[in-house]
């Protein structure tokens, strides 16, 4: 369920963040294969798509195992849609196969 930008690391900035080793060392087991520095640039490009309205969707529809009905405390999107998803509306939560419950609006998963 990661954003994919394939940009060449020649053409990316290096920038120096300070992190906590407890937090790096559990990012670096997270990753898996594809490291930590990739696992947080997919991390913050997915805040900067959610925070600015740009929607690329954060899961397929089969990668879904279950779903069911609950209430936004919170304004969202539709992982699958973009949808908008206002605060305290009725939706969906869907569990992926991933193990990570996502926001669905209503009728989001009607085939």
């Keep these: 369920m990661s954003v994919t930008h394939s940009v060449p690391t020649t053409e990316m900035q290096v920038t120096s963040i300070r992190l906590e ?13 594809q490291g930590y520095q990739a696992l947080i ?9 959610q925070k600015s309205g740009d929607f690329a969707p954060t ?3 089969d990668h879904i195992s279950a779903s069911f009905p609950a ?3 919170t ?13 305290q509306e009725p939706i969906h939560l869907g569990l992926t196969t991933e193990g990570v419950l996502i926001p ?4 989001s998963l009607a085939p």
């Design 71 to 73: 209430t936004a405390q």
């Design 41 to 49: 640039r997919d991390i913050l490009w997915n805040y900067v798509q």
């Design 21 to 33: 080793r407890e937090l790096k060392d559990k990012l670096k087991n997270l990753s898996g294969h």
């Design 75 to 87: 304004d969202t999107r539709c992982a699958l849609t973009g949808k908008a998803i206002r605060s």
């Design 104 to 107: 669905l609006s209503l009728g």
């Design 59 to 61: 899961v397929q529809r």
